[in-house]
């Protein structure tokens, strides 16, 4: 009879209970954003070392880059034009030290390889 009660008084309790309803607001400076976006341009525009694998033809930069994808799964690699041939340029690396670590091992795939200083920025 004891159990009975107990379950009877648990039921009605958990019919008449509500979970506490709230409303969260966050109200944040604008300023925030403007200084992520400043954050992110900063980020794209900053300077890295790169490592050039190879040039030519837009068909002949697709093929060494399928190539280095295979070769170096871990770094990124990017078809750039600059006129009038396309390049094919891996990684970004901050140091110069990570660069150089990294164009030794390219260098025995790619002897073409060469190591490419960041550009000095204008602004």
């Known amino acids: 009879m004891k159990t009975l009660l107990t379950i009877t008084v648990f039921v009605a309790f ?3 209970i509500h979970a506490q309803d709230g409303q969260v607001t966050i109200s944040q400076d604008d300023k925030i954003v403007k200084l ?3 954050y992110k ?3 794209n525009n900053s300077n890295y070392y790169r490592i050039q694998v190879g040039f030519g033809s837009y068909a002949k930069a697709q093929r ?3 190539n ?3 070769d170096f799964p871990n770094l990124v690699s990017k078809i750039d034009f600059d006129s009038p041939t396309y390049r094919v340029r891996l ?3 901050k140091s110069k030290l990570d ?3 990294k164009f030794k091992e390219v260098r025995k795939k790619y002897s073409e390889a060469i190591l490419l ?3 000095k920025s204008t602004k």
């Open 41 to 43: 341009s900063a980020s």
């Open 91 to 93: 990684g970004r690396f």
């Open 64 to 66: 060494i880059k399928s």
């Open 14 to 16: 958990t019919t008449f």
């Open 68 to 70: 280095v994808e295979v």
């Open 36 to 38: 992520l976006d400043i």
């Open 117 to 119: 200083k960041p550009k």
């Open 99 to 101: 660069a150089e670590r």
